[in-house]
């Protein structure tokens, strides 16, 4: 049986898929994987240690994504709800054991996202020695802006990742003060996992992560990239 004449007991979801500045067509998504400690004041503030050696990857799944806007609700079985502004990377391409050139050349292009955290969850994961899945890889914890292909924004190494809540900044950072850069996550992930086309990488959140309510509005920015706008209802 071919895939074109495959049956299923229901219907199967759309993919998850997200804007392209300038374009009709949408990136379809595939995985999301995000990198922790990425920032040596946010490991600090979060009392953790920063290992190039030991990078902390972890995912989220692709229908944790909230697209063009649309509202954010707080999400059950916790208190503590934090924001984590990030730069996110978009691939067309993949491969395992990817070199820096090949790294470079599998990124389709770049979008501002939250990673939002169940804080209390995490603290209890952590005390436990447990994963992390209850805390960030929840519905709803992975907003998102559209994309900008690399064709129109370049590969940026600089710039300032800012998010501000009811307009107030809260988190605010040049993204060449990541410890480890663009490239060099992806080079380390393609030793963890295969990549392909639809991955995106959430690059990790500088220092400032606090507390969101009901009814918060939050805006995320990043020189050259589409804005993420949204409200968490």
């Known amino acids: 049986m071919t895939a074109s004449t495959l049956s299923y007991l229901f219907t199967p979801p759309a993919p998850a898929s997200i804007a392209i500045v300038g374009h009709e067509t949408r990136f379809p998504v595939r ?30 799944p692709a229908d944790a994504l909230v697209t063009d806007g649309a509202d954010v609700p707080y999400p059950s079985i916790t208190t503590d709800l934090h924001h984590e502004v990030e730069l996110v990377v978009a691939l067309h391409a993949g491969g395992r054991d990817l ?84 490239t060099d996550i992806l080079v380390s992930l393609s030793t963890y996992f295969e990549l392909r086309a639809g991955d995106l990488l959430y690059t990790g959140t500088p220092a400032g992560v606090a507390a969101l309510q009901r009814g918060d509005v939050f805006v995320a920015t990043f020189p050259g990239l589409a804005d993420l706008r949204g409200r968490i209802v």
Request: hydrophobic letters at 40%; proline letters at 4%.
């Open 31 to 60: 995985r999301v994987f995000c990198i922790g400690r990425n920032y040596e004041e946010h490991a600090r503030e979060m009392k953790a240690t920063v290992s190039l050696d030991a990078p902390v990857f972890f995912t989220k």
């Open 99 to 182: 070199d820096a050139a090949a790294a470079r050349a599998a990124i389709y292009g770049y979008a501002v996202g939250l990673d939002l955290t169940r804080r209390d969850l995490q603290a209890q994961a952590k005390a436990r020695g447990t994963p992390w899945d209850t805390a960030k890889g929840f519905d709803a914890s992975a907003p998102i802006g559209a994309i900008t292909p690399a064709t129109q924004c370049g590969h940026p190494d600089h710039g300032e990742l800012r998010l501000d809540i009811n307009g107030e900044t809260r988190q605010r950072a040049d993204i060449a003060t990541m410890v480890m850069k663009v």
